[in-house]
């Protein structure tokens, strides 16, 4: 796991936290503040996979050649 992983899954779980808070409490700012955080959170995960896939080719041609 890289730190875009981690970083990425972290702000994740912050954000389904600040959704179901602001579903909680009746706030649709906090709801959606969360909701934005949830998927810039999927998406830096999906960056810290590609970056991962990246280096695991590179690793693999090294290998071959």
Known sequence: ???DQAKGSV???VGKVQAEAGKLVGNR???AEGLKNQLLGKAQTHLGDA?????????????VL
């Open 51 to 63: 970056k991962e896939a990246v280096q695991d080719i590179k690793k693999a041609v090294k290998s």
């Open 11 to 13: 702000k994740s779980v």
């Open 1 to 3: 796991m890289n730190k």
């Open 29 to 31: 700012e906090l709801q």
